[in-house]
T-cell receptor, first 112, second 115 residues
Framework: GENVEQHPSTLSVQEGDSAVIKCTYS??????FPWYKQELGKGPQLIID?????GEKKDQRIAVTLNKTAKHFSLHITETQPEDSAVYFC???????????FGTGTKLQVIP | DTAVSQTPKYLVTQMGNDKSIKCEQN?????MYWYKQDSKKFLKIMFS???????INETVPNRFSPKSPDKAHLNLHINSLELGDSAVYFC??????????????FGPGTRLTVL
């Protein structure tokens, strides 16, 4: 089955700096890569996703990149703000199969 | 309006007891899921139902039995609770099955503590 590795497990940045979280996946058939943000005491919430037919996607301060050859994808957050502090999960899935395999999570702390 | 709701939010019980967690979604989605999140925040799928039919059943002890009375509800019953069952259980839902994978909407979670 699919295996998703995520690094780092914790990340502290100063407010205004950028944060990068990296993930690798094992199944070359995976073609959907969502990122979820989980705030304290809440369920995960989708913040951005990318499908295998594109290499990069951007939404305001958040961007994702995908390298299918190397089987890795990354989340980039620019101009970080205290409200970005949360646990972030990458995930991978295969079209036609609703199972999503999550990474191990990154706890991001933005220091004001 | 709450999209995915779970009850109860907290559940504290003794080892050996049987308990249930209920989930309801008002998004009109076809697919619902149960996830377990342990103390290290690892998020692992347990079950998935599409239109009341079980489509994903991970390696979960038989003590866990999901039930979907209709496509808007997915309940989780746990028999003979063990210490290792302590975790946060999340219900989620998404639209469709068999085609492009879609966004999953998560409930607020149920924190289960087994003493």
């Amino acid at each position: 089955g699919e295996n998703v590795e995520q690094h780092p497990s914790t990340l502290s940045v100063q407010e205004g700096d950028s944060a990068v979280i990296k993930c690798t996946y094992s199944d070359s058939a995976s073609n959907y890569f969502p990122w979820y943000k989980q705030e304290l005491g809440k369920g995960p919430q989708l913040i951005i996703d990318i499908r295998s037919n594109v290499g990069e996607k951007k939404d305001q301060r958040i961007a994702v990149t995908l390298n299918k050859t190397a089987k890795h994808f990354s989340l980039h957050i620019t101009e970080t703000q205290p409200e970005d502090s949360a646990v972030y999960f990458c995930a991978a899935s295969i079209r036609g199969y609703q199972k999503v395999t999550f990474g191990t999570g990154t706890k991001l702390q933005v220091i004001p | 309006d709450t999209a995915v709701s779970q009850t109860p939010k907290y559940l504290v019980t003794q080892m050996g007891n049987d308990k249930s967690i209920k989930c309801e979604q008002n998004l009109g989605h076809d697919t619902m899921y149960w996830y377990k999140q342990d103390s290290k925040k690892f998020l692992k799928i347990m079950f998935s139902y599409n239109n009341k039919e079980l489509i994903i059943n991970e390696t979960v002890p038989n003590r866990f039995s999901p039930k979907s009375p209709d496509k808007a509800h997915l309940n989780l019953h746990i028999n003979s609770l063990e210490l290792g069952d302590s975790a946060v259980y999340f219900c989620a839902s998404s639209q469709g099955a068999g085609g492009p994978v879609n966004e999953q909407f998560f409930g607020p979670g149920t924190r289960l503590t087994v003493l």
